[in-house]
Nanobody, 127 residues
Framework: QVQLVESGGGLVQAGGSLRLSCTAS????????MGWFRQARGKERYFVAA????????YYADSVKGRFTISRDNAKNTVYLQMNSLRPEDTAVYYC????????????????????WGQGTQVTVSS
């Protein structure tokens, strides 16, 4: 069982920055790819970014490329999402998620490829 706890959300003006953190319990964090998704009110949950277990490969939604950066620290069981140049349309609840161990599915943008989810953290960007 893996528990994920997000933090770092809040209210920021357009053009500002936030860094989200997600800390995992247990000893299997380093063997799992991690993803960030977001869900705006009344909408579906969408992929934002993902990082492989080693951290060597990262993936981003087109809407955040060049503005968001995903990273991880396996020694701290933590994955981060640095969000710069924030826009009002980035407003959503942000969730981190973990894949099964040694995931080789090849796709990181589907919610069905993730086993564990955090409770979410609200990000609000004012115009």
């Amino acid at each position: 069982q893996v528990q994920l706890v997000e933090s770092g959300g809040g209210l920021v003006q357009a053009g500002g920055s936030l860094r989200l953190s997600c800390t995992a319990s247990g000893r299997t964090f380093a063997s799992r790819a991690m993803g960030w998704f977001r869900q705006a009110r009344g909408k579906e949950r969408y992929f934002v970014a993902a990082i492989t277990w080693s951290g060597r490969s990262t993936y981003y939604a087109d809407s955040v490329k060049g503005r968001f950066t995903i990273s991880r620290d396996n020694a701290k069981n933590t994955v981060y999402l640095q969000m710069n140049s924030l826009r009002p349309e980035d407003t959503a609840v942000y969730y981190c998620a973990a894949t099964p161990q040694a995931y080789t599915g090849g796709s990181y943008d589907a919610t069905s490829n993730y086993d564990y989810w955090g409770q979410g953290t609200q990000v609000t960007v004012s115009s």
